[in-house]
């Protein structure tokens, strides 16, 4: 009855809600490190819209979410017309995938990276080509990624930086590729966790649209503005996609109230900078912590943390929620994923983690 090219695959199994946890463990508090999610909340300016509820909500939003993205557009110096909104950047990954793909083609990303590219090509009859990262640095090898183009290739997923190593690519790579792949193929920087990345390096890819009108850029909310539950999120698309894009969007893809919201979160840069350097000291106190016990990482540039612990990292996961720390697991054999808390959450995830590894 369903299409063939879901046989391969399982839904997405969420989290149990984090109260639930605390109850069946009988912990007084939980600590979620697990989603990325910003541990300092959202910017004041937004809980004051919501809080304030003068949004009609018998009204469908704004299809168009005209007013977000010609803020959208205002802040990056861009046309209004090349802002496409998601319900987070999941839709956008999902609407570009709908519009691109078809049985045969193929995608290219880097292994391990972000799940949502794979799944999405994988829906739409769509091979996926996946090219392991460097094992010591962490880095994605975009040499390799460029070769593995061939004529069926619609896609590359740049994730930078990337989920879960936190390794960037720099402009310099990224130029590279740029140069050396088709102008048909569509090259798309996943910028989830862009105001995080400090590496001097880190490229600007909004030098580089007018050049290569094959480039995608994508930012979300989710992350360090604090509003992964609204879900909304936004890509800088070319020109010539803007009609075929939005023939895939849903009318109404993101609630009045998520717009509203992320226009007032896009306007307080100052909480985005006051997150920036609480996430920076954070890494800090990890990489402090995983240099003393001679543990292997790669570095940073998002506010999470990717380090091999050298042993069972599922056995590793379930005794840090037994003392009320949410991590991830399953990304690579030992590795754990760690996001970066308040300088408190991460002393007591440190402290946590130190006792377990101390046991017996
Ligand atoms: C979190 C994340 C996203 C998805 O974020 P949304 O909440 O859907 O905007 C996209 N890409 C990467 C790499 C992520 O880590």
């Known amino acids: 009855m369903v299409k063939s090219a879901l046989n391969a695959l399982s839904a997405y199994k969420p989290g149990k809600p984090l109260e639930e946890v605390r ?43 005209r007013v977000l993205r010609e803020a959208i557009a205002k802040f990056h110096d ?23 793909l078809e049985p045969g083609d193929n995608i290219i990303e880097a292994a ?21 990262v460097d094992e010591t640095t962490g880095k994605s090898d975009l040499t390799a990624m460029a070769n593995a183009v061939n004529a069926r290739t619609k896609i590359i997923w740049l994730c930078n930086p990337n ?24 090259v798309i920087s996943d910028e989830a966790y862009y105001e995080y990345a400090t590496s001097a390096d880190y490229p600007d890819t909004f030098a580089l649209l007018d050049q290569f009108p094959n480039v995608i850029i994508m930012r979300t909310f989710s992350k360090i503005y604090g509003l992964a539950g609204l879900r909304i999120g936004y890509a800088i698309i070319p020109e010539a ?27 307080d840069q100052a909480f985005v900078k006051k997150c920036v350097d609480a996430n920076t000291s954070g890494l800090q106190q990890w990489y402090d912590f995983l240099d003393a016990r001679g543990l292997t990482y790669y570095k940073s540039d998002a506010n999470f943390i990717f380090f091999d612990t050298k042993r069972d990292a599922t056995e590793l996961f379930n005794k ?22 308040s300088t408190q959450e991460n002393q007591g995830c440190i402290q946590a983690l130190t006792s377990i590894l101390e046991e017996k």
């Not at 861009?78 to 709908?98: A, E, K, W, Y």
């Not at 391990?112 to 392991?132: D, M, R, V």
């Not at 803007?242 to 895939?248: A, R």
Request: neutral net charge; without cysteine; proline residues 6%.
């Open 241 to 267: 996609l803007s009609e075929p894009l939005n023939i895939v969007r849903l009318p109404f893809n993101t609630s009045s109230i998520a717009q509203s919201a992320a226009t007032a979160a896009l306007a």
């Open 78 to 100: 861009v046309p209004t017309d090349q802002i496409l909104l998601g319900s987070g950047l999941d839709d956008v990954i999902q609407i570009i995938s709908r519009a691109v």
């Open 112 to 132: 391990p990276t972000f799940s949502q590219y794979s799944l999405h090509a994988t829906i739409e009859g769509a091979e996926t080509i996946s090219l392991p």
């Open 320 to 341: 840090l929620l037994q003392k009320g720390y949410i991590v991830r697991a399953g990304l690579k054999p030992n590795w754990l994923r760690i996001t970066i808390g």
């Open 163 to 186: 989920n879960p190593t936190g390794t960037i690519s720099t402009q310099r790579e990224v130029l590279t590729l740029l140069e050396s792949v088709p102008k048909d193929v569509l």
């Open 23 to 65: 109850r069946e463990l009988g912990l007084q508090k939980i600590y979620k490190l697990a989603s990325n999610e910003n541990p300092f909340g959202t910017s004041k300016a937004v809980s004051r819209i919501l809080r304030e509820g003068s949004i009609d909500l018998s009204y469908y939003p704004d299809g168009a979410g």
